[in-house]
Nanobody
Framework: QVWLVESGGGSVQPGGSLRISCAASGSIFSINRMGWYRQAPGKEREMVAY???????NTADSVKGRFTISRDNRENTVYLQMNSLKPEDTAVYYCNYWDSRGDYWGKGTLVTVSS
């Protein structure tokens, strides 16, 4: 079992920045992938970014150049630095952990971008 705890969400004005974090605990496999998905009201959940335990990262086109994903393998923590935030980035952001057993999800953290 893997538990994920997100932190760092909140409200910010357009053009602002936020960093959200997710700490994984429990039975952590050495080969895994951690990342972020988001779900805006009335929309389907979409991948934002993920990074493997080996350091390979992938970022959605909609946030490329604005969002940066990173991780600390010693702390089993993944970070999402979000810059130049737009109102359309408003969503609940969910942490995801994947290994050979499948997917695990956090409860989500709300990010609101509004003036």
């Amino acid at each position: 079992q893997v538990w994920l705890v997100e932190s760092g969400g909140g409200s910010v004005q357009p053009g602002g920045s936020l960093r959200i974090s997710c700490a994984a605990s429990g039975s952590i496999f050495s080969i895994n992938r951690m990342g972020w998905y988001r779900q805006a009201p009335g929309k389907e959940r979409e991948m934002v970014a993920y990074i493997t335990s080996g350091g390979m990262a992938n970022t959605a086109d909609s946030v490329k150049g604005r969002f940066t994903i990173s991780r600390d393998n010693r702390e089993n923590t993944v970070y999402l630095q979000m810059n130049s935030l737009k109102p359309e980035d408003t969503a609940v952001y969910y942490c995801n952990y994947w290994d050979s057993r499948g997917d695990y999800w956090g409860k989500g953290t709300l990010v609101t971008v509004s003036s």
